[in-house]
């Protein structure tokens, strides 16, 4: 079956422009997690939703960075005023069910983020 | 392509040999260790994982072995094989749905 996808897998913008990166998480997974990975390190945590709702989002860095999932599938991770440190593999996760074990959790192949 | 893993500490081995990757963890509260390969232009893949309660688990071809004593992860891999050759991170979670927290990566490159 489909896996998590990711849309763009690559984008270029400049500094101050607004971006929007998508997730499509597996079908029926009610958990979804945004994760940034800087080169050469590893994935740093941003957001988690159950559901519709954000669980956690203490991973966000500040506030230009914002994500949503209204229907409880598709999440968009939206930064505002981009900035050269944004620049990252931003990648997302999927997992079926609460209580479900670490082996659940399916990693999208990323979207590289570049910004001018 | 853009590669993960431009500046991580290199394991070099010969086709057919064991590799040990090394890891240490932080949280003295994560009840879930797990160890993820990921290869370049892709999302991590879960390989395997131990629950705080163990100190080892085996998988095919992988075995991972915990000393919370020292807090050290390790993962060995038998007859290291040339699709073996991938970035490999440890990570750490309280358990179930929740987030991951990754440790440093190592690169692991296969002679043939």
């Known amino acids: 079956g489909a896996g998590v996808s990711q849309t763009p897998s690559n984008k270029v913008t400049e500094k101050g422009k607004y971006v929007e990166l998508r997730c499509d998480p597996i079908s029926g997974h009610t958990a979804l997690y945004w994760y940034r990975q800087s080169l050469g390190q590893g994935p740093e945590f941003l957001i988690y939703?159950?559901?519709?709702?954000?669980?956690?989002d203490s991973g966000l860095p500040n506030d230009r960075f914002f994500a949503v999932r209204p229907e409880g599938s598709v999440s968009t991770l939206k930064i505002q005023r981009t900035e050269r440190g944004d620049s990252a593999v931003y990648l997302c996760?999927?997992?079926?069910?609460?209580?479900?074990?670490?082996?659940?959790?399916?990693f999208g192949p990323g979207t590289r983020l570049l910004v001018l | 392509g853009e590669s993960v893993g431009l500046h991580l500490p290199t394991l070099s081995v010969q086709e057919g040999d064991n590799s040990i990757i090394n890891c240490a963890y932080s949280n003295s509260a994560s009840d879930y260790f797990i160890w993820y390969k990921q290869e370049s232009g892709k999302g991590p893949q879960f390989i395997i994982d131990i629950r705080s309660n163990m100190d080892k688990r085996q998988g095919q071809r992988v075995t991972v072995l915990l000393n919370k004593t020292v807090k050290h992860l390790s993962l060995q891999i038998a007859a290291t094989q040339p699709g073996d050759s991938a970035v490999y991170f440890c990570?750490?979670?309280?358990?179930?749905?929740?987030?991951?927290?990754f440790g440093k990566g190592t690169r692991l490159s296969v002679i043939a």
């Open positions: 990570a750490e979670n309280i358990g179930g749905n929740t987030p991951l927290v």
């Open positions: 996760a999927s997992s079926s069910r609460p209580g479900a074990g670490v082996e659940d959790q399916y």
């Open positions: 939703f159950q559901g519709t709702g954000a669980a956690d």
